[in-house]
């Protein structure tokens, strides 16, 4: 069963999470998936790429509780978290510019996953939440990172200490995301945005993306290292292995 469509618009590549039943929820085969549709991406001409989702009200709940709860060691949570790490890592380093629409609640993996995209557009109705500390980890797939980059270190860590959702009002204010729209036209905004870079040179996208990030980017790898560390260490805490027990007794 396919995850994710994928379509061509002009010169626009429209990415569509599509696991609607499970909330858009990350599993191995889920995460398989997004490689092997950027594997496509990355050949297929386009000047600008967005992803989004279908369905309901969620654009991602995060990572699947039936997926995570096979993750029994530490061993196993850090080779997740760098497999993560490499997934994302890719979205955020591809030579075309990305753009996120956020048409649902972002939540946990789901807020982590929006974070490496080069723009996001955010339905003027819905959230975004770093809620790892409530599964008593630390996030796992880069989101404090580039959290930290994005809105600042207090912000960042007032975002993350308190788990709060990030309604679209703070999120612009923030800087979080570029744009808040309306649901109605909220993708027609994002496609005309792209649209725009169609007749461009696509060395000239590629190279002032490269230009911009050179610009904020440290060093990454340790800032990854480090995480993958952490996360896998308060992998092995215990709450999170009991919200997920309690979470799949109640299902």
């Known amino acids: 069963m396919s995850y994710i469509s994928f379509d061509k618009q002009d010169k626009t590549g429209l990415l569509y999470l599509n696991r609607v ?3 858009n ?4 085969e889920f995460m398989d998936e997004l490689n092997d549709v ?31 709860i096979t993750l029994k060691s530490k061993t196993d949570a850090r080779e997740m978290s760098f497999k993560m790490h490499n997934l ?32 996001r557009f955010l339905r003027s109705d819905s959230f975004i939440q770093l809620k790892e500390k409530y599964m008593g980890v630390t996030t796992g797939w ?20 308190g788990a709060e959702k990030i309604t679209a ?13 309306d649901k109605h036209i909220l ?18 996208i590629k190279h002032i993306k490269n230009l911009s990030k050179h610009s904020i980017y440290a060093n990454r790898k340790d800032a990854m290292l480090k995480e993958e560390e ?3 260490e308060a992998w092995m805490f215990g709450k999170r292995k009991k919200i997920m027990k309690d979470f799949l007794e109640g299902s």
Do not use: Q, W
């Open 88 to 119: 994302f890592n890719r979205f955020e380093d591809i030579g075309i510019l990305t753009l996120c629409v956020i048409n649902g609640s972002a939540i946990g993996g789901g807020a982590e996953l929006v974070l490496p995209f080069d723009m």
């Open 21 to 23: 039943e499970k909330r």
């Open 142 to 161: 880069g989101g404090t990172y580039r959290l930290v980059n994005l809105i600042g270190y207090t912000n960042a860590l007032k975002v993350l200490m």
């Open 230 to 232: 952490l996360f896998s």
């Open 38 to 68: 950027l594997d496509s991406v990355e050949h297929s001409g386009i000047h600008a790429l967005i992803v989004t989702s279908k369905g309901g009200n969620v654009f991602s709940s995060g990572g699947d509780i039936r997926y995570f």
């Open 25 to 28: 929820a990350l599993n191995e």
């Open 169 to 181: 009002d703070k999120a612009l204010l923030f800087g979080l995301v570029n744009e808040v729209y």
């Open 187 to 204: 993708m027609d905004k994002a496609v005309e945005f792209c649209a725009g870079l169609k007749d461009d040179d696509i060395r000239l």
